[in-house]
Every structure is written in structure tokens, then in C-alpha cells.
């Protein structure tokens, strides 16, 4: 079965086609960091426009690097879920294109969830149940998988995303667009215990993450106790790749205990990663040892599966396209994903429970 997978939703122009949901056959992905470097993050308008004028070229060569015409395809996948509307929508819009012109089935798919999917190409031995940790710049989130199909939500961030998190820090201490790779570079020539920064994470008792205040954390150690974001400079004499390294440690520390936590509480033995943040060298590091030495087998997708590519969302959308899932021509986006009903209510969880 051949499912060409498209997928717009963020800054990535990407498209593939994966053979029976494990084996890629073509996996092109056209990125616009040139486009909005100069702001310092991504620009929805400038997102919109670019994936505009290089969709059709992603799917056409999509098609060619596969050896595969239209006609060869089983069925179309494309991201309507979570994401930039103006991206998604062009996504969508071609994806829905095609399948009026060819008549072959299609299926919206939630971009968080495929992140998880990424780990079925590629051959990994999955082993489920699992607990599948998303974390990009969007979503940072923990699943508890039952099967490929079957999700339950454990925790979210209630606030900033790990990326988010990444990328502002790395904008904070001038490392350049987009942030998480650069901190990682520059985090290699630094002393990740230079610095005692918090490891936060959500309310006690829960499996929710939270790294706004560190972030605020390393603001104040940059720029001192009266800093405000945006505005401001660094203090003399601030080590940059020591606050990289000590920032990512916290950070990675943090994720690594609630993913591991999660995996105790649900007796599972395996752990999955996906999104742009599990490229992240410590993170891999120290998830597998962590992981080996709490007796679970952490696996992890290759770099280029980790980042907003469409044969993740090919992979899941084959599943959806087997188990009879379709969509009609008036399939719909949507920026946010509905967060499961709070286990506490208050001002703090409410307000989470409107995020993605
Ligand atoms: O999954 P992705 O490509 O797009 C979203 O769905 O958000 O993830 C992009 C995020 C960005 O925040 C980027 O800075 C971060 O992943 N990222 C990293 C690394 N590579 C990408 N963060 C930390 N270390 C990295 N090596």
C-alpha cells in the first residue's frame, strides 16, 4: 500500500511516500529558515506564502524520488492538525486537490501524534503499550499508546513548549535561527554544571511539564534580577556555552525524569521520542541511559525522521487509511488540539486546558 503524505503545518514544506507504512520511499522537505531568519522566528504570513509556491514542487518530486505516478498510490495523507491555519490550509488544499483529480481516499492527520509515528519507519521493534514523548516547538506532550491507533494524553506542557523554550533562549543569548540546533552546538563547548538552574515541571502529582520559569531563569542569570524579555542586554562576561549547556541539562533533566516517571506509572518497558527537540544530542544521551538504567528500552527515530516530515504523516495516515478512516472534500484544519479535561481546576490548568 503507497500513501503520499503531505504536510504544511509549521515552516517545513514537506511531502514522501512510505510502502505499507514502514518503508520510505521518498521523503522531501523543503525548509524556509532563510525566509524568516531576519525575524527570529516564524512569520505565519511569510509560512503561508512560501509553502504556496513549493508544495506542488515537494509532491512532484515526492512522486519522482519514489518512482511512483499518481496512479500507483493507494491513498493520500496530509496534516490538518495542530498547527499554523494559513500553512496548514495549503496542505490541505492541495491534498484535496489531488484527491478530487485522482479519486483516491483521503485522511487528515494529527501532526502530534504522527511525530510518535515517525519511530514505525525505519523498522524500529515497537513493542506496545508504550509512552510516546512528543517535543517540538509546538507541543511537548507524553502519550501512553495502547497500539498504533489507540492514544491517551498523560501530560502536556501547561506553558512554553521544550522548543519554544529552546529557541528562546538561544535568541536570548544570540546564537542565532532557528535556536535549538545552535544551542546544541554551542552547549558542546560548555560545562552543563556551571549553573544550578530549576528543573521544573507541572503541578505535583502530575505528568504535565512547565519551562517558563526557566527560561525566566536564564534571563534573570543573563541580563540580572530586573531583566524584562525583549529588552536589554547580556551582562559582561557571561559564559555563553556554559549557560547553553547548564539550560539544556535542566531542561533535559526535567523531560527525562517525567517521560521515565510515566513509564513506571504505566508499566510500560518501552519509550519512544519524535519532534524537532529529540534530534537534541543530551536529550537522546541521557533518555538512553536513564532509560537503560531504569530497565527501559528508549527508542528513538533518526534526526531526519524527528523534524516536520510527511513520511510520518503517510505512516499514520496508512493505519487511518486500514482501519477505514476517510475524509470528504470539505476536511477542515485546525490550529489547536483539544487538551483532555483538566484533573484539577484552577486559573493555571484552565488556561492550559485552551492550549494545544
Ligand atoms: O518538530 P519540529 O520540526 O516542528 C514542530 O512541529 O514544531 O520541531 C522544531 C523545533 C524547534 O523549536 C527547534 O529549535 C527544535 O525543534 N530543535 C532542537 C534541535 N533540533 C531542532 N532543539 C534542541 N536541539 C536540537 N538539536
Known amino acids: ?17 512510505v510502502e505499507d507504512g514502514v518503508r520510505v520511499l521518498s521523503n522531501v522537505v523543503a525548509g524556509q529558515e532563510a525566509l524568516h531568519a531576519p525575524y527570529g522566528g516564524v512569520v505565519p504570513e511569510v509560512a503561508g506564502r512560501a509553502h504556496e509556491a513549493a508544495v506542488v514542487p515537494a509532491i512532484e518530486r515526492a512522486l519522482r524520488d519514489a518512482g511512483t505516478g499518481l496512479g500507483d498510490l493507494d491513498g493520500i495523507a496530509v496534516t490538518n492538525r495542530p498547527g499554523l491555519v494559513g500553512s496548514l490550509l495549503v496542505g490541505v488544499q492541495a491534498a484535496k486537490s489531488l484527491a478530487l483529480a485522482t479519486g483516491l481516499p483521503l485522511v487528515g492527520v494529527n501532526h502530534v501524534l ?17 509512552v510516546a514523548l512528543v517535543v517540538s516547538g509546538g507541543p511537548t506532550s507524553l502519550y501512553l499508546c495502547r497500539s498504533p491507533l489507540e492514544e491517551e494524553l498523560l501530560g ?25 540546533p545552535a544551542l546544541d552546538r554551542a552547549s ?4 552543563p554544571a556551571a549553573v544550578r538552574f530549576p528543573r521544573t515541571r507541572g503541578a505535583p502529582g502530575t505528568l504535565d511539564f512547565s519551562f517558563s520559569g526557566l527560561k525566566t531563569a536564564v534571563l534573570y ?8 524579555p525583549g529588552r536589554g542586554r547580556n551582562r559582561p562576561g557571561v559564559a555563553v556555552a556554559d549557560v547553553a549547556a547548564s539550560f539544556q541539562e535542566a531542561l533535559v533533566d526535567s523531560l527525562v525524569k517525567v517521560t521515565l516517571e510515566a513509564a513506571r506509572r504505566a508499566r ?15 536529550l537522546r544521551e541521557r533518555m538512553a ?16 525522521l524527528c523534524t516536520d516530515n510527511g513520511a510520518m504523516i503517510a505512516a499514520l495516515g496508512t493505519h487511518l487509511l486500514r482501519i477505514g478512516r476517510r475524509d470528504g472534500l470539505d476536511l477542515d484544519v485546525a490550529p489547536r488540539l483539544l487538551r483532555r479535561p483538566s484533573v484539577k481546576k484552577g ?5 492550559a486546558a485552551a492550549r494545544p
Open 156 to 180: 502536556a506542557t501547561v506553558d512554553d513548549a521544550a522548543g519554544e523554550a529552546f529557541d528562546k533562549v538561544a535568541a536570548l543569548l544570540d546564537l542565532g535561527f532557528p535556536g535549538g
Open 114 to 130: 504522527a511525530h510518535a509515528h515517525a519511530n514505525l519507519l525505519g523498522g524500529a521493534d515497537l513493542r506496545f503499550p508504550l
Open 188 to 191: 558542546r563547548d560548555g560545562d
Open 1 to 17: 500500500m503507497r500513501v503520499l503524505g503531505i504536510e504544511t503545518s509549521c515552516d517545513e514544506t514537506a511531502a514522501a511516500v
Open 347 to 351: 486559573p493555571a490548568r484552565r488556561a
Open 268 to 282: 510500560v518497558r518501552q519509550v519512544v521520542l519524535g519532534g524537532g527537540v529529540a534530534c537534541n544530542r543530551r
Open 289 to 304: 541511559a536513564d532509560g537503560a538504567r531504569a530497565g527501559v528500552q528508549v527508542v528513538l527515530p533518526e534526526p531526519r
Open 221 to 228: 542569570h543573563v541580563r540580572g534580577q530586573d531583566a524584562r
